[in-house]
């Protein structure tokens, strides 16, 4: 074996493959791919990418780069923050192929184990936040901030969408990230933000709600109860992004009576992972259930009567409600929601109000050292924040260099002021470091540490001290031993089906292996331990990594540009949409407002379309399955003044290389629009053919889909798009890269899940172009061989022109009713039964 990795990858053996070909009819895999994809599509040459590694070279190589990431003391703050995950859930769960490979928890019956612990999360979240109802993640906080703006757009009463009330006041000391994804996202929805002081705001402004931070991004406690009367009494909402772990100390959202409260959950035992991933939460109040994003996890019945788990409420979702829906959230962040619901639960209350009150000891500590020092700490209260003015005649820029000489990082403003956040991992020996840094530059003697002073709760305002109890489930009380907790995590697995245990036939929803060496980097040091905002000489490893990552995915689409930022799949549809937003803007063609979406789509395209501002107009599908090209022409000439794009998914989401894809383009081509091509289905184009080569403009790729990346359970995923080169210079930017770019991001972080890029990259360098080829067509190859296995028996519902199926195809199970009395929902529930992931169901 040349290639041990990809034979290793791939699961066809030397001895299954005549077997499978002459099932199938062919005399080689060539013939096949000739038959199925057509020819003008298939790529003249190979990928130009590196030569494969083996797994022993890639880890060796990717040891070299984490090399290169500087691990420092941390107390930038602004959103991320150093913590400590509890081995036996680094070990048990994040390490645990039964936890990382699952699936999204569709299937109930073999899902109760995740869904048990999403609940937990749920749970977790409604106790900290005091609101009633709360969902199983978000992507991130600052796209939450975004989420909240959509949900408290639509709960406008009537009179206020009769009058146009469009504004939101959003407090001007809130994370600048999150300031950047609402001027993102408010922009194509029409809403105006009003940036000011919340404690100078008067209401004489109509807004329909409003975005406040607790504690600010300062560092600063504020007292927002007043605030909160007002608005409701002005007919505004009130959102609250609200740090997770100071919420265990202060009075919860809901208790002040915020309507919502989002954030991150980064703090409850994720890495810091140069940004992501982490699960962001979301919580109201139970009457806004029908307008909450994102999946909600409800406790239902079984066949039997007894209590059993499913998801709540889909009706509201994008694969049902589609360009109506109110959010296009579909993968989210359900592992790391997972972990830190464990975290939760391993600690306890007591444990985490130990934890919070340590973080917040640290800071007093640090401000009283500073203080005497000559230096005046300008937050009346905190919990872990300062905000540092130096003395007369010192500068921000002498203390920076004299900190980053120690490995200390902290947070400059441009006013000259010095911010400083502790968290889990601050110790006596770091803020001792710290302080030397100031002695240095102030000229003064560091002041002895009093690390066992009992300060807690000091500087918290007293009004504001949370008196009641959260996280008062047994959940919580019940598994604060290691051994109690592996027994509880073990108990949980044990009810669901994942890759460890047999395939998950998803079509387009590709289940792959997630291969060891390539998930061995996410638990070392120097990958989990980085800043979004470390200096950037602190992070080369990860720059490089990206950077050649990005030069891969640009090669396999035939593509000029690419950003990783977008954390989804669906984040990656919008953004690709804003991009070609952008676009038409900047050559006076902003008008342009269509999308064609064929009726096949997912759910996720009209969603995507509708909040990046455009309207929908469905084309229809012909009786084979395919766009039908005379209903697609005749609406794109129809609406050629002000066609913006077409969103198209090829192979189709029927499993056919669609014979008329290049014509396609050139239609909506010759009538002013551009083409996004949906990548959900790369795994079956990679090496033969490409969107750039087919004739599209942008595409986006599911890393955890084609790519080799965990789908744990439903999330973290990674949505990078690719573009042609006239829409390079309009991918977003990011506030922290480029302050000055009009182009703002699509998530908080400025590369979004960082963290687990090296799984991909990984699995790039370990397959190389020829083991990647191999892998599409071992998938065309396995889906056709199904077809012809069961065919007999069910039929296939679409075969493209010469009889053939893609990388998936879509079993007929309609004949099964009337001679077995049996339907679709009956064989996936017997194939459960048998130990197998149910398929897509319609």
Not at 69 to 86: C, E, H, K, Q, W
Request: aromatic share 8%; glycine share 8%.
């Amino acid at each position: 074996m040349a290639n041990q990795f990809s034979a290793r990858h791939i699961g066809i053996t030397e001895r299954d493959l005549p077997k499978m070909l002459e099932t199938v009819g062919v005399k080689s895999v060539d013939e096949l791919i000739d038959q199925t994809i057509p020819a003008n599509i298939r790529l003249p040459k190979p990928m130009n990418l590196p030569t494969a590694m083996t797994e022993q070279e890639f880890l060796n190589h990717v040891h070299e780069l984490a090399k290169k990431n500087v691990i420092a003391d941390n107390f930038i703050g602004l959103g991320y923050y150093g913590t400590i995950t509890p081995a036996v859930i680094l070990r048990n769960v994040f390490e645990n192929p039964v936890w990382y490979t699952s699936y999204t928890p569709y299937q109930a019956e073999i899902s109760q184990g995740r869904l048990e612990a999403l609940l937990n999360f749920q749970t977790m979240i409604s106790d900290l936040t005091g609101l009633k109802l709360a969902n199983c993640s978000l992507l991130d906080e600052a796209t939450s901030a975004a989420e909240a703006m959509t949900m408290m757009y639509a709960l406008r009463s009537r009179d206020q969408q009769k009058a146009g009330i469009n504004k939101l006041f959003v407090d001007e000391k809130i994370f600048r990230q999150t300031k950047d994804v609402l001027a993102t996202r408010s922009m194509p929805q029409g809403i105006e933000l009003v940036y000011g002081d919340f404690d100078k705001f008067d209401f004489s402004t109509p807004i329909f709600g409003a975005i406040l931070q607790y504690p600010n991004a300062e560092g600063t406690i504020a007292d927002y109860r007043a605030f909160v009367e007002k608005a409701h009494a002005a007919g505004a909402k009130v959102a609250v992004a609200a740090d997770i772990m100071s919420l265990v100390l202060l009075t919860p959202p809901g208790e002040f009576g915020a309507d919502i409260a989002f954030g991150s959950t980064q703090r409850f035992g994720m890495p810091l992972y140069f940004g992501g991933p982490s699960a962001a939460y979301f919580a109201s109040h139970e009457e806004n259930k029908r307008f909450m994003p994102g999946r909600l996890v409800g406790i239902s019945k079984d066949v039997n009567g007894k209590p059993a788990l499913r998801l709540a409420l889909q009706s509201r979702e994008q694969h049902i409600k589609r360009e109506k829906a109110l959010s296009n959230i579909c993968t989210a962040q359900a592992l790391p929601a997972i972990m830190s619901g464990f975290y939760a639960a391993y600690h306890g209350n007591d444990g985490l109000r130990k934890i919070a009150g340590d973080i917040h000891k640290k800071a007093v500590i640090i401000a009283a050292a500073l203080t005497e020092m000559g230096c005046k700490q300008l937050n009346e209260t905190y919990f872990d924040t300062l905000r540092i003015e130096l003395p007369a005649g010192k500068c921000a820029k002498d203390i920076r260099k004299a900190a980053e000489a120690r490995l200390v990082n902290l947070c400059y403003y441009e006013n000259g002021t010095i911010g400083i956040s502790t968290d889990e991992t601050t110790t006596c020996e770091s803020v001792a470091k710290l302080l030397s840094a100031f002695a240095e530059v102030l000229g003064v003697a560091t002041p002895a540490l009093k690390c066992s002073c009992c300060c807690e709760g000091v500087a918290l305002p007293k009004e504001l001290v949370r008196t009641s109890k959260a996280l008062n489930h047994e959940i919580f009380e019940k598994y604060h031993t290691e051994t109690e907790m592996m027994r509880y995590i073990k108990t949980l697995d044990r009810k669901d089906i994942s890759l460890a245990h047999s395939m998950i036939s998803l079509g387009s929803c590709t289940m792959k292996l997630n291969a060891a060496a390539e998930l061995l980097p996410l638990s070392w040091p120097e990958f989990t331990g980085i800043h979004p905002f470390a200096p950037e000489s602190q992070c080369q490893g990860y720059k490089e990594l990206i950077k050649n990552l990005e030069s891969y995915l640009i090669e396999i689409t035939g593509f000029a540009g690419c950003t990783l930022q977008p954390n989804s799949g669906a984040a990656g549809e919008y953004t690709g949409l804003m991009t070609i937003r952008r676009y038409q803007k900047s050559i006076g063609q902003g008008h342009r407002n269509i999308i064609l979406i064929p009726a096949s789509a997912h759910g996720t395209n009209p969603a995507s379309a509708v909040q990046a501002g455009f309207n929908v107009v469905v084309t229809a599908c012909d009786e084979n399955g395919n766009v039908d090209v005379a209903d697609l022409k005749a609406k794109a000439e129809a609406n050629r003044d002000n066609l913006a794009a077409l969103m198209i998914t090829y192979p189709s989401t029927h499993g056919i290389f669609e014979p008329a894809i290049v014509d396609i383009c050139n239609i909506i081509h010759e009538n002013g629009g551009q083409v996004y091509m949906d990548g959900a289905n790369m795994n079956g184009q990679v090496g033969l053919t490409s969107p750039g080569f087919i004739g599209a403009d942008v595409c986006h790729l599911n890393l955890h889909k084609t790519f080799a990346s965990p789908h744990g359970g439903g999330g973290p995923g990674v949505g990078p798009i690719c573009v042609a080169k006239h829409l390079v210079e309009f991918l977003p930017s990011h506030s922290h890269i480029n302050p000055d770019s009009p182009y703002t991001a699509v998530a908080a972080s400025p590369w979004g899940s960082a963290g687990i890029l090296p799984i991909t990259y990984g699995y790039i360098r370990m397959m190389g172009p020829d083991g990647l080829a191999e892998a599409t067509k071992t998938a065309i190859l396995s889906a056709n061989y199904l077809t012809k296995r069961l065919e007999k028996a069910y039929g296939i519902v679409y075969t493209g022109a010469t009889g053939r199926v893609g990388h998936e195809m879509i079993l007929d199970c309609r004949d099964l009713k009337a001679y077995a009395k049996v339907d679709e929902s009956d064989v996936g529930k017997r194939m459960m039964d048998f130990g197998f992931h149910a398929p897509t169901l319609p």
